[in-house]
């Protein structure tokens, strides 16, 4: 089944304690994105990545990094997370081959991190 | 930038009834797609509908339509017979058709909570 994971599903820590949420894709897409979603602002990008080792930044980088060393995997990392990062994270891939199936992002389960 | 509009942060329908969720975008590009997402308590994000640029003829699927208005910037979606399951929050995204670095971004609007009564 094709799909996207992310986990944790839901995470709760604590001010300044490094995590990490992961992401893996079956679909051997070369597109993969992290999103957060906030109320009243929908979902902005985080970062994306067209392929192993390269990835930029979005709209809403800061307090945020990535890594792409494998095509499947595209975990976001907060190395020092902050209230303000409390949010709904998405994981998505895509590609540009496939016919009418290039056009469409699919998306991970979310992520709801609470940052204390 | 691209940017993505709903205005309509709520709706409500009547079960079996018509409802049309509003979107309108900004852009400079004439070639690229959108979408709407559907967003159901459980969070995942579900393609409903999407739309080419270059293409006049609104898309359907099922009991989900559009309105394209391409000189007008306007993309609402048309939930026809509406059920208990179609309630959700809808997301309207927009896609550049650039190639490269286009494919792996969507701008999403606000989103609308819409509610279905029985």
């Known amino acids: 089944e094709a799909q996207v994971t992310q986990n944790p599903r839901y995470l709760i820590t604590v001010t300044g304690k490094k995590l990490t949420v992961t992401c893996s894709q079956n679909m051997n897409h070369e597109y993969m994105s992290w999103y957060r979603q906030d109320p009243g602002l929908g979902l902005r990008q985080i970062y994306y990545?067209?392929?192993?080792?390269?990835?930029d930044k979005g709209d809403v980088p800061e307090g945020y990094k990535v890594s792409r060393k494998e095509k499947r995997n595209f975990p976001l990392i907060l190395e020092s997370p902050s209230p303000n990062q409390t949010s709904l994270y998405f994981c998505a891939s895509s590609s540009s081959s496939g016919g009418a199936a290039k056009n469409i992002q699919y998306f991970g389960a979310g992520t709801r991190l609470s940052v204390l | 930038a691209q940017t993505v509009t709903q205005s309509q942060p709520e709706m409500s329908v009547q079960e079996a009834e018509t409802v049309t969720l509003s979107c309108t975008y900004d852009t400079s590009e004439s070639d690229y797609y959108l979408f709407w997402y559907k967003q159901p308590p459980s969070r995942q994000m579900i393609l409903v509908i999407r739309q080419e640029a270059y293409k006049q003829q609104n898309a359907t699927e099922n009991r989900f339509s559009v309105n394209f208005q391409k000189a007008a910037k306007s993309f609402s979606l048309k939930i026809s017979d509406s059920q208990l399951g179609d309630a959700a929050m809808y997301f309207c995204?927009?896609?550049?058709?650039?190639?490269?670095?286009?494919?792996?971004?969507?701008?999403f609007g606000q989103g609308t909570i819409l509610t279905v009564h029985p």
């Open positions: 990545s067209m392929n192993v080792e390269v990835t």
């Open positions: 995204a927009y896609r550049r058709n650039a190639g490269g670095t286009s494919y792996g971004k969507l701008t």
